[in-house]
């Protein structure tokens, strides 16, 4: 035990508490068992039989925020792809009668990101419609990203060519423009798991929490982390962003895909005493359940 104290996993709240594991003691218990967890038949069969039959994307995400929820007795987070990251399926535009303009983004399976924008020129209905045309005719099933590079490409070597629409396209579809933190759509489910909890007995730190969680931008600046690592399942522990009593939490998370490319995020959010082992395994699996139910719907 002096050990494991002086070696940072153990702690002692107060004098007459008993000593109980650190942030460092959980990440290293997480780390240990990543590479031999294995998902039950029980948690198998179950979670398969919750995600089956979903038609939309809307159900599907219910489906999967419901089964994170649960199998975590914590939140279950389903995180859109950033806007950068969303796959553009057709795009429209309308013109209102103060000049500005109305972009509407459709993405594959249905989700539809809109914004409205005052450009720094003025644009007609019919220049709208050609850009929209545009976009639909050679950038359906690109990537914002990957359209805006191209888009860039296109003005650096055949400008005469594509300038007009080119220009009019980078106007109206940069992602930095749409301002995607705007958009970004965030699904919670099981917030009130947390009421209850030891680690979240102080009624102020538990209103905090709630409130962070009520806010969701921390939870997509969280999230969103673990689009950009290596690792299949992502793990935190203490998660100061959201909360004072932060370090009393762990994420669990991991990205999902479609299109071949990892497109958002999904996972869990419990107190560090979550069963690990079982978290992460059925945070993989459910996200390997998502990507492909989102294929069969697109």
């Not at 942030?23 to 948690?43: C, G, K, N």
């Not at 709630?210 to 997509?220: G, N, P, Y």
């Not at 669990?252 to 419990?270: E, N, T």
Request: aromatic content about 6%; some cysteine; overall charge negative.
């Amino acid at each position: 035990m002096a050990d494991l104290e002086d070696g940072g996993y153990l702690y002692q709240p107060h004098t007459s508490a008993g000593r109980v594991p650190t942030a460092a003691a959980y990440r290293f218990f997480a780390q240990e068992i990543a590479s031999q967890a294995t998902l039950t038949v029980e948690d198998r069969n179950w979670i398969n039989r919750e995600m089956s039959g979903a038609n939309s994307a809307a159900e599907i995400t219910e489906r999967a925020g419901h089964v994170l929820a649960e199998v975590s007795r914590g939140v279950g987070i389903i995180v859109s792809p950033p806007l950068r990251r969303a796959v553009l399926e057709h795009a429209r535009m309308w013109l209102l009668p103060d000049g500005r303009v109305v972009v509407v983004l459709i993405s594959p399976g249905g989700n539809t990101r809109d914004k409205v924008l005052r450009p720094s020129r003025v644009f007609t209905q019919p220049e709208l419609d050609a850009t929209a045309d545009f976009l639909n005719r050679h950038y359906s099933g690109w990537m914002l990203d990957a359209i805006r590079s191209d888009l860039l490409q296109k003005l650096a070597t055949e400008r005469e060519r594509y300038e007009t629409l080119a220009q009019s396209a980078l106007t109206l579809c940069d992602p930095a423009i749409l301002s995607e933190t705007s958009t970004q759509q965030i699904y919670v489910e099981g917030a009130s798991q947390f009421v209850g909890t030891p680690e979240f007995a102080d009624q102020g730190h538990l209103r905090e929490l709630l409130a962070a969680i009520e806010e969701k931008h921390r939870l997509v600046s969280v999230l969103n982390a673990c689009i950009e690592t290596p690792e299949p399942v992502f793990v935190q522990i203490g998660i100061k962003e959201m909360s004072q009593a932060g370090h009393n939490l762990a994420l669990i998370s991991a990205p999902y895909s479609g299109h071949d490319q990892v497109q958002g995020s999904l996972g869990v959010l419990g107190p560090t005493r979550i069963d690990y082992e079982r978290a992460m395994t059925a945070v993989a699996y459910v996200a390997q359940l998502f990507s492909e139910a989102l294929q069969k719907i697109e």
